[in-house]
């Protein structure tokens, strides 16, 4: 099933429209390697509903001074924006996701490949911690989760493109059941980092 059908569907199933947000800019990416603001965009992304300043800063455990800061380099990165420009002052004003997913595009333009770098460095460093968490609270339910699962595989680019959409299946599926992304009984928050590479052939030597 092509990318954009499942996007379609999950739309559909959701009931928020998608809208996909696609950074080029190093600077952009920059604004979003950054711990703290990762927090922040993964709550507005996941739930979709607006926030205020204060709520996030309740949410997120940074503090509200903590929390302003960086919701403008947020706004400024085209990542997140104000639910009602017009309502309440700036720690009343809600916040909401700019869209529902992020691309990162690589490019040849200065400092995209370095920004990615440092992107790439948070969410490595963020899985380890997790595991290492995990070490010292185990809690039931632990075998429904898998920390780092690793697969070898002989694929064409539709055939990757084909595996790639496994996660957007897999989150259809649930809204079919009437999941909605939201807290509720038993329910613990989760995260999932997927990442499908191609082996990059070794320099011949000589």
Not at 12 to 32: C, F, M, Q, T, Y
Not at 84 to 107: L, M
Not at 111 to 122: C, K, M, N, P, R
């Amino acid at each position: 099933m092509p990318l954009n059908e499942i996007d379609a569907e999950l739309a559909a199933a959701s009931g928020i429209p998608n809208r996909p947000i696609h950074l080029r800019d190093a600077e952009a990416i920059r604004v979003l390697a950054h711990t703290a603001r990762q927090r922040v965009v993964n709550l507005l992304f996941a739930d979709q509903l607006a926030h205020t300043s204060t709520e996030l800063s309740e949410l997120t455990g940074l503090t509200p001074s903590a929390m302003s800061y960086h919701l403008r380099a947020l706004e400024k990165a085209g990542l997140v924006e104000r639910s009602d420009p017009e309502e309440g002052d700036s720690r009343t004003r809600p916040w909401r996701a700019a869209g529902t997913s992020i691309f990162i595009h690589g490019s040849e333009a200065e400092g995209v490949w370095e920004a990615q770098d440092a992107l790439t460095s948070i969410a490595v460093s963020e899985l380890r911690g997790r595991l290492q968490a995990l070490r010292t609270h185990a809690a039931p339910g632990e075998d429904s989760y898998v920390g780092i699962s690793e697969s070898t595989l002989w694929l064409t680019d539709d055939e990757a493109a084909h595996y790639a959409q496994a996660l957007q299946r897999a989150e259809l599926e649930l809204r079919r059941t009437g999941w909605t992304n939201a807290p509720g009984p038993g329910r613990r928050l989760s995260r999932a980092l997927f990442s499908l590479l191609p082996e990059v052939p070794p320099a011949e030597e000589g």
